[in-house]
């Protein structure tokens, strides 16, 4: 009976030790699906702007997540040296709802929509003390309210600077000049090969004309001498 018990209570701890292993395994593939597919914003693949004194800019945000969302909540930020002055928020129920947005600035206006997961807003005839970091921000219930974050840098200047392009059309130019020469170059020398031939042929024919003409004299001359031979 001792046996038997000491048996089954190792076959008891071996089983539990696989449930764990099991659950450990199941624990960390649901952590792993739910953090490859989880919530992120992103302001797009250019995260900054030069805006000229007066304009309106469009500060773009979009969110995604491949599980969907539930009451997902957003909200955007202006870093005022280090103080975060809140914009906007607004709460997005479920997907392709669209939200009723607080907004807390007289030049900020929301333009995104649930059905393209767009949570952009617009900034008004912007000053220079606008200049600096906005920051976008969401988080979703239906992943237990996992959070993410994107920056965005607006640059207000008084005109536009424009791009310096000397050095580049002195590149250009001297490039298209070694071209051209080169071409110009192969052309003169295919013209002066095909000149040399053409005088080469007609040297050759102006040789094989004068020998020809030295022959016939040559035949010529002996039949005369042969005429005028004397008997014997």
Request: charged share 20%; with cysteine.
């Amino acid at each position: 009976m001792a046996l038997v018990d000491s048996t089954g209570s190792r076959v008891s701890g071996r089983l539990r030790s696989g449930d764990i292993l099991h659950t450990g395994l199941v624990v960390a593939l649901l952590l792993g699906v739910w953090s490859v597919g989880g919530l992120e914003v992103s302001t797009g693949k250019v995260s900054h702007l030069f805006a000229i004194n007066g304009s309106t800019v469009l500060l773009p945000c979009t969110y995604a997540s491949c599980i969907g969302i539930k009451n997902l909540y957003f909200n955007w930020h202006y870093n005022d040296n280090g103080s975060m002055i809140k914009l906007c928020e607004a709460v997005i129920p479920i997907e392709g709802v669209e939200p009723k947005v607080s907004v807390y600035h007289e030049r900020v206006e929301f333009v995104g929509t649930s059905k393209g997961n767009n949570i952009s807003i617009l900034l008004w005839n912007i000053t220079y003390s606008d200049d600096g970091e906005y920051i976008c921000f969401a988080r979703n219930e239906k992943e237990k309210n996992r959070n993410h974050s994107a920056s965005y840098m607006l640059y207000v200047v008084d005109q536009m600077k424009e791009i310096d392009t000397t050095l580049t059309t002195i590149i250009v130019s001297v490039v298209g000049g070694v071209i051209g020469l080169s071409i110009l170059g192969m052309v003169i020398k295919a013209l002066v090969i095909n000149f040399l031939l053409k005088d080469d042929e007609k040297n050759k024919e102006c040789l094989v004309s004068s020998g020809n003409d030295n022959t016939e004299n040559g035949h010529s001359g002996a039949k005369a001498d042969n005429k005028g031979t004397p008997k014997a």
